[in-house]
């Protein structure tokens, strides 16, 4: 049996944004996740030289740690296709930059 935990760790004590409610969202809908961990990294990009003139620099990295069953039998670069995937509108429309993943099948240990 495993627990279902989903997390979202912003790095303000204000709520969450746009990008990463629609991050956690679609990530739950698409992969079910037992274990979802979406946290913004964002400032720790300030200055960064892809984001230079950009309009969005307070939603523009994420960290993303999940353990889904979609994942079984699927080997990394697969995963993050899928996970690229659910997320395309955010890369495309809405400023997301960057997306570290940790990704994980149900038949694996998450640490």
């Given at each position: 049996?495993?627990?279902?935990c989903?997390k979202?760790?912003?790095?303000?004590?204000s709520?969450?944004?746009?990008?990463e409610?629609?991050?956690?969202?679609?990530?739950?809908?698409n992969?079910k996740?037992t274990?979802?961990e979406v946290r913004n990294?964002?400032?720790?990009?300030?200055?960064?030289?892809?984001?230079?003139?950009?309009t969005n620099?307070?939603?523009?990295?994420?960290?993303?740690?999940?353990?889904?069953e979609?994942?079984n039998g699927?080997?990394?670069?697969?995963r993050?296709?899928l996970?690229?995937?659910?997320?395309?509108?955010?890369?495309?429309n809405?400023?997301?930059?960057?997306?570290?993943?940790?990704?994980?099948?149900?038949?694996?240990?998450?640490?």
């Amino acid at each position: 049996m495993f627990r279902r935990c989903i997390k979202s760790m912003s790095t303000s004590v204000s709520t969450k944004g746009p990008i990463e409610t629609s991050i956690a969202n679609k990530l739950t809908t698409n992969f079910k996740p037992t274990f979802l961990e979406v946290r913004n990294d964002s400032h720790k990009h300030a200055g960064h030289h892809g984001l230079r003139g950009a309009t969005n620099t307070t939603e523009s990295h994420f960290f993303v740690k999940m353990q889904s069953e979609a994942f079984n039998g699927l080997n990394l670069p697969s995963r993050h296709r899928l996970v690229y995937g659910a997320l395309d509108d955010e890369f495309k429309n809405h400023g997301l930059h960057a997306l570290q993943m940790k990704l994980k099948g149900t038949n694996e240990t998450m640490n």
